[in-house]
């Protein structure tokens, strides 16, 4: 459920007509719910009331201060990747002892930050990763909490460029390697390997994955203990999907979710950290843009509009499907014919909707592209010397722009020029 609706034939964010909005900040712009946002984590977080947990939202599906902040007075923690994340939700006031790092590729200095910020867990992703934190956390005279990431080699039935539980995928240790590693681990200096962690994909809509995974969890942590480890936490990634398409079957309701898991480890009195990302923001955003041209081709005709790849990269990088709405309301029984939603860019993976049934729009009409609130803004780029969309946040009657939209100036300036030239 979201809160963008039609009132009196506009599109409204909450109650901000986004005609309104685009008369102010001009097009293409993302614009973000509060309200939505802030049901989306409630309705999570009441689902896993009967467990003892943290949710440690994913800030890589939007990473915006307000977004964060939104979240966090909430009670959210942070799931971050990079030490540029972890600054981002400190930034935003989130308690370092809410902050989870994860990441296949983490440096020293990344660790070194991080440990000095005195974050509460790290997720260890390979051997050397665990020797070289070893060696930061003794050299800092700290102990590193930590969870070994497990990869289960179980399908999360998700595109495949965003499933990360299978064996061929670089995510985490082998599941018959794990209680090696944990052996490993106690003896080293500056770590505590307490938890576990798991996260087997994106935008998975069916939960016999999990199930699989979790159960397999479930040994894993019986045989650590029996190992002599003090596992306390279980850390189970995110990856519940949304909603994209109208017409498809809801992807599970975060209840089920958790009541697989009460299932499957819910008699191990463990701590949970949960990381959602996309079920979050994903469908509390939307990109709003402008028609340009109606161009009829040969073989196809072609919607022209300002957004374009560089601004949402997921209908070309991942074949998503992202529904598109008018900003002005239409009548059920107006024409359609089928088009190529796509941008200014040269290339034909511009594209934002491919072969797609649309009402009629002219030069000038804005249309929203939907769920566009997770991993859109944030794997955005100026791809053509295109200027950054800028992001605006609605809550009830207002409005604020949380991200403005930089100018030429600022983008060129970030070049240098060699003394030589
Ligand atoms: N935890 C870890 C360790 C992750 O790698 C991810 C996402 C999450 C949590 C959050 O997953 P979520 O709840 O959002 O599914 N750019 C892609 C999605 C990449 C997901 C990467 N990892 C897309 O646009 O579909």
Redesign the pocket.
Known sequence: MHHFTYKNGVLHAEDVSLTNIANEVGTPFYCYSSATLERHYTVFEQSLSELDHLICY?L??NSNQAVIKTLSKLGAGM?VVSEGEMHRALKAGVSPKKICF?GVGKTKAEMTAALNANILSFNIESEPELHALSQVASALGKTAHIAIRINPDVDAKTHAK?S?GKAENKFGIAYEQARQIYATAAKLDGIDPHGIHM?IG??ITDLSPFKNAFKLLRELILALRDDGHNITHADL????GIPYEETEQSPPHPQKYAQIIKDTLGDLRLTFIF?????ITGNAGILVSKVLYLKQGSAKDFLIVDAAMNDLI?PTL?E?YHQIIPVNEQANDTPKRTMDVVGPVCETGDFLAENRELAQLAPDDLIAVLSAG??GAV?AGTYNSRLLVPEVMVKGKDFAVIRPRPTYEDLINQDQLPTWL
């Open positions: 994913a890589k599906a799931d994860a965003i990360t996260h994106s935008q990634g995110g990856g519940l990381e959602p990302g996309r079920l997921r991942y998503a997770a991993y794997q």
